[in-house]
């Protein structure tokens, strides 16, 4: 079965500082990798996917992520954090194995902090 | 509509009551996936339809859920007997294509629902 893992549930970081966000997936077959963003009382919005074309993936808000099949990981990183993605991350898997790559497996999420 | 649109957003519902959540898709999408985000997670699937049809309800949790679409667009999702355990976000989903392919879902805001 596929599953995603997200190291660490709350991440603190200082504004200006690099933006790391782990992710880990398990698939038998070579998934869709998406980060979502969440604020408060919102939904989900999409940062960036990947779906085997080039593994390194830009996304908005000057997000990217790196596809690495050897360590099963899609890290979202971003040079420099802004106050404004102070915010819930989401990493999800598309679940292959249905041929519905909207039926998604969600990690349990990370809050970012971002410190003045 | 530009965007998924869900309603009510916030609801308070007693134990045993019946509730009613409503999901209006992006215009012309076909496809419309229901998930349910409790506190502190990520959200997990429910169910899925390709315009009418409900081709996937692997994620209901109960027979106390259930979801339609009769014509295509507009979907609800009604849980009976509502219990404390369905205290959680419901957030409906669309995008335009059927299930195949790396397509984006769009995420609506959510219903909030609490169940006293």
């Known amino acids: 079965a596929q599953s995603v893992t997200q190291l660490g549930s709350h991440v603190s970081v200082s504004e200006g500082a690099l933006v790391l966000l782990r992710c880990n997936y398990s698939s038998s077959v070579p998934p869709y990798l998406f980060w979502y963003v969440q604020y408060p009382n919102q939904g989900l919005q999409l940062l960036l996917k990947?779906?085997?074309?080039?593994?390194l993936v830009k996304g908005i808000n000057g997000f990217e992520a790196e596809f690495k099949k050897s360590e099963t990981s899609f890290h979202l990183t971003k040079p420099s954090a802004h106050m404004s993605d102070a915010a819930e991350y989401f990493c999800?898997?598309?679940?292959?194995?249905?041929?519905?790559?909207?039926?998604?497996?969600f990690g349990q999420g990370t809050t970012l902090q971002v410190k003045p | 509509g530009a965007g998924v649109s869900q309603s009510p957003r916030y609801k308070v519902a007693k134990r045993g009551q019946d509730v009613a959540l409503r999901c209006d898709p992006i215009?012309?999408?076909?496809?419309l996936f229901w998930y349910q985000q409790a506190l502190g997670q990520g959200p997990e699937f429910l169910t899925y339809f390709q315009n009418e049809a409900q081709l996937d309800k692997s994620g209901l949790p109960s027979d106390r859920f259930f979801a339609e679409r009769p014509e295509g667009s507009v979907s609800t999702l009604k849980i009976q007997r509502t219990q404390q355990e369905d205290s959680a976000v419901y957030l409906c989903?669309?995008?335009?294509?059927?299930?195949?392919?790396?397509?984006?879902?769009?995420f609506g805001a959510g219903s909030r629902l609490t169940v006293l």
């Open positions: 999800a898997v598309s679940d292959v194995g249905s041929g519905n790559t909207g039926k998604l497996i």
């Open positions: 989903a669309s995008f335009f294509r059927g299930g195949s392919g790396a397509n984006v879902l769009t």
């Open positions: 990947y779906t085997s074309a080039a593994t």
């Open positions: 215009s012309g999408h076909v496809s």
